[in-house]
């Protein structure tokens, strides 16, 4: 079961739940801090993973 709980404290990586929040996290947080190589996506937060394909 995908429910969070005592059994399932860190998400699997393909949890599709956590989709419009991780990436989009990760890529404010590499712009933010100046490591990053490129502005924010326009196209995040992400929707679907039709929005990765």
């Given at each position: 079961?995908?429910e969070?709980?005592?059994?399932?404290?860190?998400?699997?990586?393909?949890?599709?739940?956590?989709?419009?929040?991780?990436p989009?996290?990760?890529?404010?947080?590499?712009?933010?801090?100046?490591?990053?190589?490129?502005?924010?996506?326009?196209?995040?937060?992400?929707?679907?993973?039709?929005?990765?394909?």
């Open positions: 079961s995908l969070f709980g005592k059994e399932y404290i860190i998400p699997k990586p393909m949890d599709v739940r956590l989709l419009e929040m991780v989009a996290a990760v890529a404010r947080a590499a712009v933010d801090s100046g490591v990053a190589r490129n502005p924010y996506p326009a196209h995040y937060p992400l929707k679907s993973m039709d929005d990765i394909i």
